[in-house]
């Protein structure tokens, strides 16, 4: 299984920028308790959750972007995609798409792709 994360580019404050993850070797949201979405990681931060979608529909975000990003998932269930907008020059870092997938021969575990930067300028 693996997360390709795409997207992430330089934007001037109050731009608007879309990152996907695209899984390979699964689906999203076949186990009950399957999850995916954004973390970022800022200059001298630490990691935190930006965007979560789960198997039953739900969305959670942080409250900083809250109203202004966007998760969903695609019909095929492929691909999470993270619209952004409104951006912030406090909404730069390394974006980094995560999930919790199953599949028939590693059961339900915890993945990470690799990071995408978002650069916001004021």
């Known amino acids: 299984v693996q997360l390709q994360a795409s997207g992430g580019g330089s934007v001037q404050a109050g731009g608007s920028l879309t990152l996907s993850c695209t899984v390979s070797?699964?689906?999203?949201?076949?186990?009950?308790?399957?999850?995916g979405g954004w973390y970022r990681q800022a200059p001298g931060n630490q990691r935190g959750l930006v965007a979560m979608f789960t198997r039953a529909g739900s969305t959670h975000y942080a409250d900083a972007v809250r109203g202004r990003f966007t998760i969903s998932v695609d019909n095929a269930k492929t691909t999470i995609v993270l619209q952004m907008t409104s951006l912030e020059p406090e909404d730069t870092g390394v974006y980094y798409c995560?999930?919790?997938?199953?599949?028939?021969?590693?059961?339900?575990?915890?993945?990470w792709g690799q990071g995408t930067l978002v650069t916001v300028s004021s």
């Open positions: 995560n999930g919790n997938l199953w599949t028939p021969a590693s059961g339900s575990r915890d993945y």
């Open positions: 070797g699964a689906n999203w949201f076949v186990a009950n308790n399957d999850y």
